[in-house]
């Protein structure tokens, strides 16, 4: 058995690693990739102690630190979270099963998705919500992108070094990006914006070829030649298999007071799964940190102290 089993390996889980790690616990991922969120932003420049790097980049560094503490990777999707006497069991994919004495839900967000016609039997066949690692795959060719936040405007910013032309679909006219990054998709010439405009259908044969976008205000539909489409169009919480064990808000977020407890005594969280403000690579880190020294209070029945009191 377990003393504490970390659903989900972004920076908040592979923080929560590293302390639990350090404090001898008996400890486990169960994560389908390494790296979560982090993996997908191409530039860090504001995490302390790090010069400006890729996001991979400071995820392998995160990873070493978790590989020194000697914590187990189980490779898998968690489908299933049961209390059972004093402990727990973490079932993956369908009959593998784990059982430990706490767990700590790291498992942040996944991309949302449009829910057009053509969008699942294209996924990754043109369809991706990963322009940083996708984009190098559409050299010369030309792209579309969706959404109109930070995430958006980077990945075209981006995107414009590979491709020979992106489009830049946002259902405003107002972008909800740093106004600096704004001007520069702005006076870049390889990018098309295409606002107050949605799409509603995803063409292709093997590969995607086109793309219809409806424009909001008009209602007249166009047909873009596309070779790939990318999403940035925010993200959602699939909290669906402990959302009986625990309270969660009406964002599926994991509800969590100041030390990173559940509503489930042995039950922690930490990082953008929960209802925590600011969703940000070194706060979801912080929250890591401190939802591993709260589980580690509960494993071995100390309380939580301050060093003031």
């Known amino acids: 058995m ?8 972004g920076p908040a889980g592979l923080a929560a690693a590293i302390y639990a790690g350090r404090k001898k616990l008996k400890t486990a991922i169960i994560t389908i990739d ?5 993996n997908l932003t191409s530039h860090i420049e504001n995490y302390p102690g790090a010069l400006p790097q890729s996001g991979m980049e400071l995820i392998d560094k995160f990873k ?5 503490q000697g914590v187990e990777f189980l490779f898998g999707k968690a489908t299933e979270v049961k209390k059972v006497d004093d402990h727990f069991e973490i079932v993956v994919g369908n009959t593998e099963i784990h059982k430990t004495k706490s767990i700590i839900l790291t498992y942040g967000k996944v991309p949302r998705r449009l829910g057009i016609p053509g969008e699942d039997e294209f996924f990754g066949k043109g369809v991706s919500t990963c322009a940083t690692c996708d984009g190098p795959l559409y050299k010369n060719k030309i792209v579309a992108i969706v959404g109109g936040g930070n995430s958006a405007v980077e990945a075209a910013i981006d995107l414009s070094t590979h491709a020979e032309k992106v489009y830049l679909v946002h259902r405003r006219q107002e972008f909800r990006a740093d106004e600096v990054t704004i001007e520069k998709i702005k006076t870049n010439p390889k990018i098309e914006l295409v606002l107050d405009s949605v799409p509603v259908e995803i063409k292709g044969e093997r590969f995607v070829n086109a793309t219809v976008v409806e424009n909001k205000v008009t209602k007249e539909q166009r047909e873009i030649k596309i070779d790939g489409l990318f999403l940035e169009i925010g993200y959602v919480v ?5 959302k009986e064990l625990i309270k969660i808000n009406e964002y599926n977020e994991v509800i969590v007071n100041s030390i990173g407890e559940t509503s489930l005594k042995g039950v922690f969280a930490a990082g953008d799964v929960t209802d925590m403000p600011y969703k940000q690579a070194i706060i979801a880190a912080g929250e890591g940190a401190k939802a591993a020294l709260s589980a580690y209070a509960y494993v071995t029945g100390m309380k939580p102290t301050t060093d003031w009191h």
Not at 2 to 9: E, P
Not at 64 to 68: F, G, L, P, W
Not at 238 to 242: A, G, H
């Open 34 to 38: 390494v790296g979560g969120q982090g």
């Open 2 to 9: 377990y003393d504490t089993i970390i659903i989900g390996a």
């Open 64 to 68: 070493q630190q978790v590989d020194a």
């Open 238 to 242: 699939d909290s669906s298999f402990v």
